[in-house]
Every structure is written in C-alpha cells, then in structure tokens.
C-alpha cells in the first residue's frame, strides 16, 4: 500500500464526513466536514492493516479528520459542488416522466440517494419517490422539500 497522497497535500473531501463516535467533544451523526471541503494531509497511517487513513487538517472549520483514500480527491481535480446530498427530502418543481408519460407530479416528495457530477451535463440525483422507481432527476427539477410535520 502506497499513500496517494503525501504530507502538506492539498486534498478535497468528496463525501460528508459524520462523527462515528470516535471524534471527541461531538455527539454521534454530527456533521464534522462538509463535502466539498478543502483540507491539508497532516500524516498518513493505516487501520486493520489493509485500509490508509490520512489525517486531514481543514482549516476553515480548524479540525482535523481521518479520512479514507476513497473519500479524498486531490484539490485541482474537477469538482462540482450540489445542491442537495446524500438522504435529502427534495420535492420536484417539473413533472417528471420518460417517454411522454408522466411519472412524478410537480410537489412530489422524494429521497436523494446518490449525486451524479458531470462537468457537460452537471449535478443529477438518483431520487427514490415513493411507490416508484428511482429516477435520475436533474437538479433544476428539485427544491428541497418541506420540512416534515413532528409525529406524536
């Protein structure tokens, strides 16, 4: 195993980043790095033997994160930033459909499960709607969705 990236790199995270319980004086789930976020490889160590984390300093929220090689893209490389991420409730501003026929009415409420960057074409959704297929949804078709109503 060789490291991708070396001390002082300038890398870029490409997903968020949630305390897993190991992050001191935070509570579990709370988010600790914003993907998109620039930051500077402090050291380079291993986990269970076969995994490289890199210890990641990203000075606008002056934290330093462990971080798998997987998570990491250099800091030049292309990036574009969304709108929505990862478990977001998005609700659809046009009506959706293939092949002329409608399959999501303007205001329905879906679930992103997956972004898609493309730097010609680019952000997409994979978005799971209810009672449905998940459909590839550009990001000009959604608006976040209302917040939910608290159950009882």
């Keep these: 195993m060789r490291p991708q990236y ?14 897993d319980g190991t992050y ?5 789930g709370t988010l600790l790095i914003r ?7 402090r050291d380079v160590g291993t986990f269970l033997q076969d995994q490289l ?6 000075l606008d929220a002056d934290r330093i994160v462990g971080c798998r090689e997987e ?25 959706l ?10 205001g329905e409420i879906g679930e992103v ?17 209810p009672d449905r297929n998940t459909l590839i949804v550009p990001e000009n078709a959604l608006t976040a969705a209302p917040a939910a109503a608290p159950t009882a």
Excluded: C, M
């Excluded at 993907?35 to 490889?41: A, H, I």
């Design 6 to 19: 070396e001390y002082g790199d300038a890398v870029r995270i490409i997903r968020n980043v949630r305390n």
């Design 24 to 28: 001191p004086g935070e509570k579990t």
């Design 35 to 41: 993907r998109g976020s620039v930051g500077y490889v």
């Design 53 to 58: 984390i890199y210890s990641v300093h990203f």
């Design 71 to 95: 998570e990491l893209q250099p800091e030049s490389a292309l990036w574009i930033p969304s709108q929505f991420e990862f478990h977001d409730r998005v609700a659809t501003v046009l009506p």
């Design 97 to 106: 459909g293939i092949q002329g026929r409608v399959l999501v009415q303007v």
């Design 113 to 129: 499960l997956r972004v898609l960057r493309d730097p010609d074409t680019g952000v997409s959704y994979h978005v799971h709607f």
